[in-house]
C-alpha cells in the first residue's frame, strides 16, 4: 500500500483538475503543497502577500486561459472578500480555493479561533460552494471543486482543517 501525505492528495486532485496556475500566500499547513507546486515545471506558481491580490492575479490567469487555483489560510478570507464577490461572482471567474482552515478544534493560537468559527458561514452568505474531504476523500474532491466552479462560474472553497494537515493516508 503506498502512503501518500495530505499534501500530496491535494496536490494530485489539482493535477487532476488541470490546475496550472498557482498563487499562494504563505501558511505553514500549506508548505509541503507549495514545495510540490514548485516543483512541477507545469504549473506556474505565483507567490503574493495579500489574498485578494491572489484572487485578482487568478482572474487574469483565467481570462488568459489559465486554471487557477488560490493557496490561503482562512483568516486572509476577510481580506479577500470584496474581490471574490465583485471579480469572480459578477464576472463568473472560476476559482479553486485550497484554505487551510485554522481556528477550530485543536488550534493553539487563540486569534485564529474567530475567523475560524466564521469561515464556513462567510463562504456560504457569499453563495461560495466549500467542501472538508479527509486526506482519503482529498484528490478526488478538489478536482470536483475544480469542475464545479468552472460549471458554475464561481469561486469554490476546499477546507482543510488542523485534522486533515495531521493525518496520514
Known sequence: MNVISPSEAVYKGMKGAGIDFVVSVPCVNLRELMRLVDCDHEIDHVPVTREEEGVG?????YMGGRRPALLMQNSGLGNSINALASLNGLFKIPLLMIISHRGGEGETILGQ??????????????????????????????????????ARGTPTAVLLDIGFWRSLR
Open 57 to 61: 492575479i487568478s482572474a487574469g490567469a
Open 113 to 150: 479561533v474567530p475567523m475560524g468559527r466564521l469561515t464556513p458561514e462567510l463562504l456560504d452568505v457569499m453563495e461560495i460552494p466549500r467542501f472538508s474531504p479527509s486526506p482519503q476523500e482529498a484528490e478526488e474532491v478538489v478536482a470536483v471543486a475544480w469542475d464545479l466552479a468552472r
